[in-house]
């Protein structure tokens, strides 16, 4: 009851990741991200200590695949899990546990993956990959949350989507995009305007944390 995308930007160097589900509160415990280091989803029965391990492994030199093969071989609970992984050099890898229910989905495309779970159809992920590759030259939070509203219009899953969430780093250790519609009639929506309006003060807020003697209190 899940569907979400992980991507890198070219261009930036930056990693995110956005998803949406028919649960409360997506955005913390499915979404994980490093900056230089790539990204992790954890979902369906979710394990949030999954998407940190498996962002440490990727810092330690693993590949996406041997990250995620190190994952799946140390959770007991590997059955209900579904996961994703992007690296460093934007390869990337899937699982999904046999007692993940289908719909299940998944699609590989240039720079990001897109994976879902009890789907209206399987073809949610590829309508997903092929948004975000739309406009390669868009913020990687603009293509993420293209990407997630792509999703919802070719299917989405069966219950009514009740959260969603968009994740972006880029060179610091704190996020450069952190945004969460934790419960809503119409998160992808919601979510969808929270980043038009916040998307003006990214410059400004990274200033702030380091270089405030610059920092205008206004969006640039």
């Known amino acids: 009851m899940t569907f979400s995308i992980i991507g890198h930007c070219a261009r930036t160097g930056q990693f995110g990741a956005a998803s949406a589900t028919s649960s409360l509160a997506v955005g913390s415990r ?6 230089g280091v790539g990204a992790v989803l954890s979902q369906y029965r979710t394990d949030p200590r999954l998407g940190p391990r498996g962002l440490d492994l990727l810092a330690s030199g ?39 229910k289908p719909e299940l989905g ?9 994976i879902g779970n009890i ?8 309508a997903m990959t ?6 390669p030259g868009a913020h990687l939070g603009e293509r993420l949350v ?19 969430a968009l994740l ?13 519609v934790d419960v809503a009639e119409r998160p992808v929506a919601a979510l969808q ?13 990274v200033i702030r944390a380091l270089d405030p003697d610059r920092a205008t209190g206004a969006p640039r």
């Open 62 to 100: 693993c590949s996406a695949q041997e990250a995620l093969d190190g994952l799946v071989a140390s959770t007991i609970h590997r059955e209900w899990r579904q996961l994703a992984i992007i690296d460093a050099l934007t390869r990337t890898a899937v699982f999904s546990g046999r007692h993940v």
């Open 146 to 164: 293209a990407a997630l509203a792509a999703g919802l219009d070719a299917g989405g899953e069966p219950a009514a989507v009740r959260s969603a």
């Open 119 to 126: 789907l209206a159809n399987a073809l949610v992920p590829a």
């Open 168 to 180: 972006v780093v880029a060179d610091e250790q704190f996020a450069l995009v952190d945004l969460r």
């Open 193 to 205: 305007s929270l980043w038009r309006e916040y998307s003006g003060w990214i410059d400004e807020f």
């Open 106 to 114: 998944q699609a590989q495309a240039e720079g990001c993956v897109a």
């Open 130 to 135: 092929k948004a975000f590759a739309a406009d």
């Open 30 to 35: 499915c979404l994980f991200a490093r900056a």
